[in-house]
């Protein structure tokens, strides 16, 4: 028997979200759409999925070492347990991978002591990471356990694209610049969108819009990352839940010296206070949705904005691009809102771009092209997977 399962483990500060998947079958996607597959991994089949939350919190599970035997208890009932020697790895989502990491990374102690250096540009995320690889590799050392990193897919952003227009030596001490977030997300998309139009990934050039609580655009040259919307830290780019994307830099000088506010205080209201919910009180697209349809004007006003910078965005990457084949839409906003995917593209016919407004308002889950059969460039929405992506990414390192 080989061993086919890979456990991936997105770690956060107070949750743990697993999901367990059988690499020796095919994924779902791949049989829904029937056709042999045009390009690389298409296997791996959930058996199991789940999320142990308020880790930490008082009445519930104390550490992550703790929340980690319950993941083990709750598939050991199952059937699945993690001592099975069916289980291949487990692959680890970890936020940020510096310059350091650009591939998918088999973990040793001196890889965990890479990570933990990198905490200064995430100190949310890496650290939360850290220690679900920790827990897992004290449960079974046993195992292969890969690193599969947020910023790897955007590693291939050319300079221009990637450096920030400041003094050369300051940023190259403090490694400041734009390394990019949601990569697994950008990878999974950009690769299923050549596979819906029929093509392999090195044909198409393709923008994806990952439009969740979090958002980011990139632009995807024959499958490699040119450029995309998030820089050193996830704060740049688009208007998202909580976050501002970009504003002039000054805002921050501005609101230290003439509102005297602290550094803490700002990160906290640009990351934390901005975006939708700073402009409207929400951070959900259905319940703005709703706010709209009741004429409520900062709702509208919310939405305008969030669009106005989506379609900057299209038009830039277009332009970056110069050639488009493909824009996708994913994550909860992009797969789910037919109103802001209209509303990015509305009027965008000069660009080759025509979304169908019947096609675009069927919901579905699974990947279809909305745009018109005339439309040059294809509009898709296109469900991302990024756990499937880890457990790919992971079983490729250790498969026999
Ligand atoms: P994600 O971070 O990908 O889970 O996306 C979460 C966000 O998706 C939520 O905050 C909502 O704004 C949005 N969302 C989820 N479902 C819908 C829906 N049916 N219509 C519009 N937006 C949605």
């Given at each position: 028997m080989t061993a086919s399962r890979v456990l991936v483990l997105n770690s956060g500060s107070s949750s743990l979200k697993y999901q367990l998947l059988d690499m020796s079958r095919p994924s779902p996607a791949t049989t829904l759409n029937g056709a042999a597959t045009p390009h690389g991994d298409d296997s791996g089949s959930r058996l199991a999925s789940g999320i142990v939350e308020r880790i930490g919190e008082e009445g519930s599970v104390a550490?992550?070492?703790?929340?980690?035997?319950?993941?083990?208890?709750?598939?050991?009932?199952?059937?699945?347990?993690?001592?099975?020697?069916?289980?291949?790895?487990?692959?680890?989502?970890?936020?940020?991978?510096?310059?350091?990491?650009?591939?998918?990374?088999?973990?040793?102690d001196e890889v965990v002591a890479e990570i933990e250096k990198l905490v200064p540009l995430a100190p949310l995320h890496n650290p939360a990471n850290v220690t679900g690889?920790?827990?897992?590799?004290?449960?079974?050392?046993?195992?292969?356990?890969?690193?599969?990193?947020?910023?790897?897919?955007?590693?291939?952003?050319?300079e221009a694209a990637a450096r920030y227009a400041i003094d050369r030596a300051t940023a190259d001490r403090y490694g400041v610049r734009?390394?990019?977030?949601?990569?697994?997300?950008?990878?999974?998309?950009?690769?299923?969108?050549?596979?819906?139009?029929?093509?392999?990934?090195?044909?198409?050039?393709?923008?994806?819009?990952h439009l969740g609580n979090g958002a980011s655009a990139s632009a995807v040259r024959g499958g490699v990352c040119v450029d995309t919307s998030m820089g050193l830290t996830p704060l740049e780019g688009l208007v998202m839940g909580t976050r501002s994307g970009d504003i002039d830099p000054a805002v921050i000088f501005h609101l230290s010296r003439v509102g005297a506010m602290d550094v803490d205080e700002i990160d906290d209201l640009l990351n934390k206070r901005s975006g939708l919910v700073g402009l409207c009180g929400d951070n959900d697209m259905r319940e703005i949705g709703r706010r709209m349809a009741e004429r409520d004007a900062s709702a509208q006003l919310a939405f305008d904005i969030y669009v106005h910078r989506l379609r900057k965005y299209v038009g830039a990457y277009s332009a970056v691009l110069g050639r488009v084949d493909a824009i996708a839409f994913t994550a909860g906003v992009g797969e789910n809102s037919a109103a802001v995917r209209e509303a990015a593209l509305r009027g965008l016919e000069p660009l080759g771009i025509e979304i169908d407004a019947v096609r675009n308002a069927v919901r579905g889950t699974v990947a279809r092209v909305?745009?018109?059969?005339?439309?040059?460039?294809?509009?898709a929405v296109v469900p991302t997977d990024e756990e499937l992506e880890i457990a790919q990414q992971a079983y490729s390192l250790v498969r026999p």
């Open positions: 550490d992550h070492s703790e929340a980690l035997g319950v993941v083990s208890k709750e598939l050991r009932a199952r059937g699945l347990g993690l001592d099975s020697p069916e289980l291949a790895a487990v692959g680890h989502r970890v936020v940020h991978g510096g310059s350091r990491f650009t591939e998918p990374t088999l973990i040793t690889i920790k827990v897992a590799r004290e449960l079974r050392p046993d195992l292969p356990q890969v690193a599969v990193f947020d910023t790897a897919f955007h590693a291939t952003m050319p734009r390394y990019g977030f949601h990569g697994t997300s950008h990878a999974y998309v950009s690769r299923a969108t050549a596979k819906l139009l029929g093509k392999e990934p090195s044909e198409v050039n393709v923008v994806v819009l909305v745009s018109t059969e005339t439309s040059r460039v294809a509009v």
